[in-house]
């Protein structure tokens, strides 16, 4: 018999443990995770889960990776790890950095997930298909949900895989409704390979045409770089390249040289 978890999100959890923990690749930057034991979860700035993480994590126990490496072995300034009272063999050896959502705007928390507790990944290139999920009044009421056709047809024309994340990314994934009439929508688009300034310039003026303000980040093998910065071209002091590293400044994206910022 399958849960209501389950009937969302297209089939059952992860197999969680420490075999498991070692199986396909490791969650990557913007992915949502559902932890299977969410009190696993280790705050970045130390000591316990502030009290209003706790009924968050209860009630949809989704949190978003960072962009930073993660921590290989028992971090030596964290407490021992829980260990997942489904899985009492469960020996994480990978840390993943993430961002649980607070029930206020803005409210944030970042803290280091244990990959053994990962009981189900999603991409964001995965959530433009959830989108029928949701109430229609959503779809039709909020701006950022409405528009998500048009710019998966905008996309489709450069040929780069796409999805959203922020608001609407983890509205979609988790169908908690955090998106709000004013949100902006947030895009990852895949880049491995370079592409244009003129195409990334056309496509950043498809964009701006929608009614909704799209900020968009070209995902290259290095980090990411802001569509509209890259479209502008480089100035002076180059682009910025948000990297696991921290962020740097460079002149290419895909073949990067230059100091942190």
Request: with cysteine; aromatic share 4%; glycine share 10%.
């Amino acid at each position: 018999m399958r849960n209501s978890t389950e009937e969302l999100h297209d089939g059952p959890r992860r197999r969680v443990g420490a075999l498991a923990a070692l199986d396909g690749r490791l969650p990557g930057t913007h992915d949502l995770l559902l932890m299977q034991c969410p009190g696993s979860l280790r705050p970045l700035a130390g000591g316990e889960l502030p009290e209003w993480a706790r009924p968050v994590l209860r009630a949809h126990p989704w949190v978003t990776v960072g962009r930073a490496h993660p921590v290989v072995g028992t971090p030596l300034d964290l407490p021992r790890p829980q260990r997942c009272t489904r899985d009492p063999e469960a020996a994480p050896e990978h840390w993943i950095p993430v961002t649980v959502r607070g029930p206020r705007p803005g409210q944030r928390l970042d803290a280091l997930a244990p990959w053994a507790a990962v009981a189900r990944t999603l991409r964001p290139e995965r959530l433009p298909g959830l989108r029928e999920r949701l109430a229609p009044g959503r779809l039709t009421g909020i701006p950022a949900l409405a528009v998500l056709p048009e710019v998966g047809r905008l996309v489709a024309d450069h040929r780069l895989v796409w999805g959203p994340i922020g608001a609407v990314g983890y509205e979609l994934g988790t169908g908690v409704p955090v998106t709000g009439p004013l949100s902006p929508l947030r895009l990852v688009l895949r880049a491995p390979q370079p592409i244009s300034r003129r195409d990334a310039l056309q496509l950043r003026r498809a964009l701006s045409k929608l009614p909704v303000p799209v900020q968009a980040e070209l995902e290259t093998r290095y980090g990411a770089v802001q569509l509209a910065e890259y479209a502008a071209g480089a100035g002076v002091r180059g682009l910025t390249l948000l990297t696991p590293d921290g962020p740097r400044e460079v002149h290419d994206p895909w073949f990067p040289r230059g100091p942190s910022v």
